[in-house]
């Protein structure tokens, strides 16, 4: 782990340079509005280790396959988030010297993610190559009241001479991601405009032809007036700038104020991007930096007033959930229902993809207790529009009759994930969307969703369990073979308990819905069948026998259910047998050597557990938590928070607790020596989750709201609001008291350690 990010309630805090720390720190300062977003990448010149990132939502590139064995039902596509044009250059000479923070000596470096404001603030002084030292501050955002604005203001002070300088402002688009193959380029060029005083460059991805339009504009001040400056102009395929030539005086300011654009294709007609980037540049200009940023701010406010989580007391655990919920802002709006939230947000390029099942069961959840539920019913109609291509997806594999497989990655629906055990063998995935709906429609009481999308995608994933499925002669039930739970340090098992529980669980709720949607809408219901040739009769008791006859390992001597088949054969060790050195396993050890182990790489048939907890009872989930638990090694993001619930609800504080810091610092402190590739935006939901069905211990049952709170030792209390069904609830927590309050709405009845309070606004709970 590394421990070099300071504690602060609001911000995070990098003082001094270590240039050995830079990628983690590129990640960690990210910022983002939804539309667009960049690493924490220097503004100069930089010529030392580095990961230069900048993303717009909804671009991608399908890259090639490169696997060394092609099998059937592979993708012939990786969809990568692409690094896209750059438009953060400040390049700046003095008598001829570069600023580079690669060669000049550095001093008093910080670098602040102010969160409450979303603001990047940098500073330093550098002392270049023959002796002159300067004084750097550069502040940047990414405007959150305009998704396709972002501003600098980059100020220089000569401390120890006066001389000419160049500055040269840029936006680039001949950039490449990481992790191209072959290092292949994505982008072409499509024009290039370089003006006084502005420069604009579009160009479009490979195959996609997707185009995108950066553009940039600025003004210069010295001593708080503004400059007349000449520029020189150029310009190159896929690249424009500006180089001002301005004179440095000792001990006095000069401010570069660069305004940029960034606008897509998605929206906005290629043939004007250019024109309607002009336009946006000289509004921006005309705003000024100042406007701009307050109005930004205004939007941040706002979002913080829903969503913030206060801990009073430990400024860590602080500093952590309000880390996790800024990075789940910024990275998803939920204003467009074309964007998903994508594993690595604006942070950074690995995994690909937009969409990982991880949207559905721990970011939804999220976004249903902290903005309006259109935002959480986008996500849901994300998937029921790529309905078409999950059976597609199915197709491809030999499933038939309208079976939908949703992809384990995606971007647009279509599976392009190529890792053969995890593509098309980590099935339960597809259910995911089954339980989003269920756990929609819980908290929202939006049930006519089934009526109006839902049911079409639960029959098409009833459709794919069907035939997934197989009849045991031996086991006088129905198995489901080879496949990965969601332990993915176990691949091609039988009867993963998970995976058949989910499996199982899945075509009863496909029952029920159906049984709602002929009773609330028959013409609908009618109408859905022939579209989709549905056999009630038929179908329906295949479902039935299957949830009746479906085969659940245990081990009935320690009254566990059985993770697979064979799991007991395993030597039984837990991860205090393990060495430090050999941590993180994933780093440190042959796939071979942890396939025989009986490490987990997250909850598994704990992860069941926690979303089933209604299926069982106290002790049956305790027994199972006390096995499964210590030889867990969490070397996933989407780990910890799961046993923070699950102990939080066993009565396990000091573990809860432990999880949770493990989930809510997981890349401020970097626990697997990850951070560098970006930071694990989905799992950042599990942060929230901890706090409010863990500690506060929030559940709904029966459409009402129900709390069982506990406050960590460490803690002197803690609050967080709930949006619910048109009401705002805020819980506070203290070491001897629970107070709860209707912010907004309606009158109110909830369950507080077993008891109901009615609220009002009137009153306080």
């Given at each position: 782990m590394?421990?070099?990010?300071?504690?602060?309630?609001?911000?995070?805090?990098?003082?001094?340079f270590?240039?050995?720390?830079?990628?983690?720190?590129?990640?960690?300062?990210?910022?983002?509005?939804?539309?667009?977003?960049?690493?924490?990448?220097?503004?100069?010149?930089?010529?030392?280790?580095?990961?230069?990132?900048t993303?717009?939502?909804?671009?991608?590139?399908?890259?090639?396959?490169?696997?060394?064995?092609?099998?059937?039902?592979?993708?012939?596509y990786?969809?990568?988030?692409l690094?896209?044009?750059?438009?953060?250059?400040?390049?700046?000479?003095?008598?001829?010297?570069?600023?580079?923070?690669?060669?000049?000596?550095?001093?008093?470096?910080?670098?602040?993610?102010?969160?409450?404001?979303?603001?990047?603030?940098?500073?330093?002084?550098?002392?270049l190559?023959?002796?002159?030292?300067?004084?750097v501050?550069?502040?940047?955002?990414?405007?959150?009241?305009?998704?396709?604005?972002?501003?600098?203001?980059?100020?220089?002070?000569?401390?120890?001479?006066?001389?000419?300088?160049?500055?040269?402002?840029?936006?680039?688009?001949?950039?490449?991601?990481?992790?191209?193959?072959?290092?292949?380029?994505?982008?072409?060029p499509?024009?290039?405009?370089?003006?006084?005083?502005?420069?604009?460059?579009?160009?479009?991805?490979?195959?996609?032809?997707?185009?995108?339009?950066?553009?940039?504009?600025?003004?210069?001040?010295?001593?708080?007036?503004?400059?007349?400056?000449?520029?020189?102009?150029?310009?190159?395929?896929?690249?424009?700038?500006?180089?001002?030539?301005?004179?440095?005086?000792?001990?006095?300011?000069?401010?570069?104020?660069?305004y940029?654009?960034?606008?897509?294709?998605?929206?906005?007609?290629k043939?004007k991007l250019?024109?309607v980037?002009?336009?946006?540049?000289?509004?921006?200009?005309?705003?000024?930096?100042?406007?701009?940023?307050a109005?930004?701010?205004?939007?941040?406010?706002?979002?913080?007033?829903?969503?913030?989580?206060?801990?009073?007391?430990?400024?860590?655990?602080?500093?952590?959930?309000?880390?996790?919920?800024?990075?789940?802002?910024?990275?998803?709006?939920?204003?467009?229902?074309?964007?998903?939230?994508?594993?690595?947000?604006?942070?950074?390029?690995?995994?690909?993809?937009?969409?990982?099942?991880?949207?559905?069961?721990?970011?939804?959840?999220?976004?249903?207790?902290?903005?309006?539920?259109?935002?959480?019913?986008?996500?849901?109609?994300?998937?029921?529009?790529?309905?078409?291509?999950?059976?597609?997806?199915?197709?491809k594999?030999?499933?038939t009759?309208?079976?939908?497989?949703?992809?384990?990655?995606?971007?647009?629906?279509?599976?392009?994930?190529?890792?053969?055990?995890?593509?098309?063998?980590?099935?339960?995935?597809?259910?995911?969307?089954?339980?989003?709906?269920?756990?929609?429609i819980?908290?929202?009481?939006?049930?006519?969703?089934?009526v109006?999308?839902?049911?079409?995608?639960?029959?098409?994933?009833?459709?794919?369990?069907?035939?997934?499925?197989?009849?045991?002669k031996?086991?006088?039930?129905y198995?489901?073979?080879?496949?990965?739970?969601?332990?993915?340090?176990?691949n091609?098992?039988?009867?993963?308990?998970?995976?058949?529980?989910?499996?199982?669980?899945?075509?009863?709720?496909?029952?029920?819905?159906?049984?709602?949607?002929?009773?609330?809408?028959?013409?609908?219901?009618?109408?859905?069948?022939?579209?989709?040739?549905?056999?009630?009769?038929?179908?329906?008791?295949?479902?039935?026998?299957?949830?009746?006859?479906?085969?659940?390992?245990?081990d009935?001597?320690?009254?566990?259910?059985?993770?697979?088949?064979?799991?007991?054969?395993?030597?039984?060790?837990?991860?205090?047998?393990?060495?430090?050195?050999?941590?993180?396993?994933?780093?440190?050890?042959?796939?071979?050597?942890?396939?025989?182990?009986?490490?987990?790489?997250?909850a598994?048939?704990?992860?069941?557990?926690?979303?089933?907890?209604?299926?069982?009872?106290?002790?049956?989930?305790?027994?199972?938590?006390?096995?499964?638990?210590?030889?867990?090694v969490?070397?996933?993001?989407?780990?910890?928070?799961?046993?923070?619930?699950?102990?939080?609800?066993?009565?396990?504080?000091?573990?809860?607790?432990?999880?949770?810091?493990?989930?809510?610092?997981?890349?401020?402190?970097?626990?697997?020596?990850?951070?560098?590739?970006?930071?694990?935006?989905?799992?950042?939901?599990?942060?929230w989750?901890?706090?409010?069905k863990?500690?506060?211990?929030?559940?709904?049952?029966?459409?009402?709201?129900?709390?069982?709170?506990?406050?960590?030792?460490?803690?002197?209390?803690?609050?967080?609001?709930?949006?619910?069904?048109?009401?705002?609830?805020k819980?506070?927590?203290?070491?001897?008291?629970?107070k709860?309050?209707?912010?907004?709405?309606?009158?109110?009845?909830?369950?507080?350690?077993?008891?109901?309070?009615?609220?009002?606004?009137?009153?306080?709970?």
């Amino acid at each position: 782990m590394k421990h070099y990010i300071k504690h602060h309630p609001w911000h995070i805090v990098e003082e001094g340079f270590d240039p050995h720390l830079n990628r983690v720190s590129e990640s960690l300062f990210s910022i983002g509005n939804g539309r667009m977003g960049q690493r924490a990448n220097f503004e100069e010149t930089y010529s030392g280790e580095m990961h230069q990132g900048t993303y717009v939502a909804g671009v991608y590139y399908p890259d090639k396959t490169r696997v060394g064995w092609w099998k059937n039902g592979y993708p012939e596509y990786f969809a990568k988030v692409l690094n896209a044009p750059s438009w953060i250059g400040i390049h700046i000479k003095i008598a001829g010297k570069e600023l580079d923070l690669a060669t000049a000596k550095i001093e008093n470096f910080r670098r602040v993610l102010d969160m409450k404001q979303g603001l990047l603030h940098r500073s330093f002084t550098a002392t270049l190559p023959g002796g002159k030292k300067v004084a750097v501050d550069a502040k940047r955002f990414c405007s959150m009241a305009d998704g396709e604005i972002g501003a600098i203001r980059y100020e220089v002070t000569p401390l120890n001479f006066s001389a000419k300088a160049s500055i040269r402002l840029t936006v680039d688009a001949d950039v490449v991601n990481k992790d191209s193959n072959y290092d292949e380029k994505f982008w072409e060029p499509v024009s290039e405009e370089a003006k006084s005083g502005r420069a604009i460059v579009t160009a479009q991805t490979k195959k996609t032809f997707f185009h995108v339009c950066t553009g940039m504009t600025y003004s210069i001040s010295s001593g708080g007036k503004q400059d007349k400056v000449k520029p020189k102009v150029s310009k190159k395929p896929q690249y424009a700038d500006n180089v001002v030539e301005v004179s440095l005086r000792k001990g006095t300011a000069t401010t570069i104020e660069k305004y940029a654009v960034v606008l897509s294709s998605e929206n906005h007609p290629k043939a004007k991007l250019t024109a309607v980037a002009a336009k946006k540049l000289e509004k921006a200009l005309a705003t000024g930096f100042d406007k701009l940023f307050a109005n930004h701010v205004a939007v941040w406010s706002h979002k913080w007033d829903e969503c913030d989580i206060s801990i009073e007391g430990d400024i860590a655990a602080q500093q952590g959930i309000r880390f996790n919920i800024f990075q789940l802002m910024q990275t998803y709006t939920g204003e467009d229902e074309r964007l998903n939230i994508g594993p690595k947000g604006f942070t950074g390029e690995k995994y690909g993809g937009s969409t990982y099942w991880d949207t559905e069961a721990y970011c939804l959840p999220f976004y249903l207790g902290t903005s309006d539920p259109k935002v959480a019913r986008n996500l849901l109609v994300y998937r029921y529009k790529h309905l078409p291509k999950a059976i597609e997806n199915a197709r491809k594999l030999g499933f038939t009759e309208g079976a939908a497989f949703y992809p384990f990655v995606t971007m647009n629906g279509e599976e392009c994930h190529n890792e053969w055990e995890i593509t098309f063998e980590e099935i339960h995935r597809t259910s995911a969307m089954a339980y989003a709906m269920r756990d929609y429609i819980d908290y929202t009481g939006d049930r006519d969703y089934l009526v109006s999308h839902g049911l079409e995608v639960l029959i098409g994933i009833s459709r794919f369990w069907t035939q997934r499925v197989n009849w045991s002669k031996e086991k006088n039930s129905y198995v489901i073979l080879g496949v990965t739970g969601p332990n993915e340090y176990e691949n091609n098992v039988n009867n993963n308990w998970y995976t058949n529980y989910l499996a199982a669980w899945t075509l009863r709720f496909t029952l029920e819905s159906l049984d709602y949607v002929r009773k609330k809408d028959h013409k609908k219901y009618e109408a859905l069948a022939k579209k989709l040739n549905f056999h009630d009769a038929r179908e329906t008791g295949t479902w039935k026998e299957i949830v009746a006859k479906m085969y659940y390992g245990k081990d009935e001597k320690r009254g566990i259910l059985l993770q697979q088949d064979g799991f007991l054969d395993k030597e039984l060790l837990t991860v205090n047998d393990l060495k430090p050195a050999d941590r993180p396993i994933n780093q440190k050890w042959s796939w071979d050597r942890i396939l025989r182990s009986c490490f987990i790489k997250q909850a598994d048939v704990l992860q069941g557990l926690y979303l089933f907890e209604q299926d069982f009872d106290q002790e049956s989930i305790r027994r199972n938590f006390d096995f499964y638990e210590p030889m867990t090694v969490h070397e996933s993001s989407l780990s910890p928070c799961v046993h923070a619930i699950l102990a939080s609800k066993l009565g396990y504080e000091a573990k809860a607790y432990e999880m949770y810091l493990r989930t809510a610092r997981l890349d401020l402190d970097d626990y697997n020596n990850d951070t560098e590739d970006g930071c694990h935006i989905t799992s950042m939901a599990g942060t929230w989750l901890s706090v409010v069905k863990g500690f506060g211990g929030m559940r709904v049952i029966d459409g009402m709201l129900h709390f069982h709170p506990f406050i960590p030792k460490q803690w002197n209390s803690y609050s967080f609001r709930l949006e619910f069904r048109g009401r705002v609830i805020k819980i506070q927590v203290t070491k001897d008291h629970v107070k709860t309050i209707l912010e907004h709405g309606e009158p109110v009845e909830i369950v507080v350690n077993g008891s109901k309070k009615q609220l009002s606004t009137s009153s306080k709970g």
